[in-house]
């Protein structure tokens, strides 16, 4: 009798849950969910200041606790406690409000990213995404273009005109940038044929990962991402060196340190976005051992590390590109967007889409092969960014270049003094 | 009224985004994994501080544990920053000793003539710097806090040994 009904859950473990298990599941999910990613962006803030100070031969934060590790929860009791300012004439409501506006949206995508293998429980297999939508890539991009209402509210609500500036900035600079973004997500969907994103990723444990079958847009998406989160060398709209500090100049206290988490919420959303879309989400490479059935918990808690590892290692690189590069300058910022990445992405999506068309007619089957041709041409395409699209342009340079006869002529000057004509002296 | 920025002049050939970017990204990994530390690391490590440092003042003392200072007052009156206050004082044997002595440490510019000065080789700047307060008038070091002073005192200034060796 117990073997049996151990039996019958053993067997129930591979199926679905019923409703009621499915909400508690759920419900359980979130609270995990939330506090998993509440601590990674409370430590990649720390995470900043450590590696920014190694970048730069620093120490960085390593007093308070082990290794400065307790230093975030420093920080968080003295940002809690610190008198909170409200500037005159601002408009009150909307100034409350935006920090949080701009926190929820990054926190909201995390709903639809899956974040391993389904697990096994007695009760029924869950599926390791708060919410498997079906139209979870359509739902990621609508929310992640909602985060920039928190930062023009802030900037509008302030009345202050650095404020103001910071918060139209982010605003153009999101609006460019998430064209480019959207056409380079559009072929991922050209390969996947579905907007869920455990198909994406499904798709790409068969395929090959899609940061090798389309690089390009994968390089596009990276750098859309920069510009999205509004990280260095897209940091425009918070330029200290310009706009004292954007759109969060007259916040003070917890208010102020809602932005920064937003940046770094944020920061996490787009590498998870990154990692799901491009670099296979929680796939383990070289291996079809964890998304084939039957489902064990060391598989999910396996694709569990492999998807947080991949995070963390983009969450780095954010960190790393920030202490590498200086700020774009606004007009650069925007001819980078219009001009480059958006006529890339798009001519690419045709590229992408004529190739999977073609490999459909000739009866190539969607698997290593049909990945294989795709990667070929990638690397061809990547080939020539690199080495002839990337060469030899400047993205809207300062000045108009002088005229060649008039650099000659200049340049002759400064050596011989002799080839210009000298003036006519007066009553000679 | 046009605005001219002055650019630097260079060379089309030589421009390139990704691969500059991908240099400064190899140099500042490089840096995180190989940090090239050249300052001293202050709380964990200090430096030495030459014999001749002039920092907080010290108080001798005599056997008995008096101040030897004799409130003869050459040292108020050599003070450029005018910060030692001295209220002598006389006992029933007519040695004097002073009732007051007080430097105020904030405004002191560290000369070292009040050593050099003393008679008695009473009052000392010493080999000592890490006198932080959380108040100004905790600056204000008064006879029992300099006698209770225990770093070594400077050695002055020697015309016969002029580099201190
Ligand atoms: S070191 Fe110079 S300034 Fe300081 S108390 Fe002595 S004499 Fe005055
Ligand atoms: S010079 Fe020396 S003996 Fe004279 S008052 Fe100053 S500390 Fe005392």
Known sequence: MMTAMLFAQVANSQTDPSTGVFIIATVVKMVVIFTIYMVGVAYSTFAERRVSAWIQDRHGPNRVGPQGLLQVAADGIKNIMKEETYPGYASQALFILAPGLAFIPAFITWAVIPFGSPLPTPWGRIDLVVADLPVGFLFTLAISSVGVYGIVLAGWASNNKYALLGGLRASAQMISYEIAMGM???CVLLLSGNVSLNQVIAQQSQMGWNALLL?????????????ETNRVPFDLPEAESELIAGYHTEYSAMKFSMFPISE?????????????????????????????GPFTVLKSLATFAMFSSKVLFFVFFYIWIRWTLPRFRYDQLMSLGWKIL??????????????????????VTRGPMFGAVLFGINIVLMGLLLFVADRGRLVSPAYSRLDKRN?????????????????????? | MTIKVKVLDRPIEQVSYVRATVKGLALT?????DPHKVTVQYP????DISPRWRGTHRMLTTEDGKAKCVACGLCPTVCPANCIKLVPGED????RYPLVFEIDEFRCIFCGYCQEVCPEEAIHVGRHYENAEYSRDSFVYDLQRLTEQTHPVCEMWDPADQKGE
């Open chain 1, 184 to 186: 380079s997500t559009v």
């Open chain 1, 215 to 227: 690089s390009v847009a994968a390089f596009i998406f990276l750098i859309s991402a920069f510009a």
């Open chain 1, 264 to 292: 770094y919420a944020n920061m996490i959303t787009a590498s998870a976005m990154m990692a799901t879309l491009f670099f296979g989400g929680w796939d383990i490479p070289f291996t079809q051992w964890d998304n084939t």
């Open chain 1, 342 to 363: 958006l006529p890339i992405s798009l001519g690419y999506v045709v590229v992408v889409a004529s190739t999977v068309l073609a490999l459909d007619y000739a009866g």
């Open chain 1, 407 to 428: 650099v000659d002529k200049l340049r002759a000057a400064s050596v011989g003094r002799s080839t210009l004509p000298r003036p006519v002296e007066k009553g000679a």
């Open chain 2, 29 to 33: 990994f490089k840096h995180m994994v």
């Open chain 2, 44 to 47: 964990d490590e200090r430096w």
């Open chain 2, 92 to 95: 029933e044997q007519g040695n």
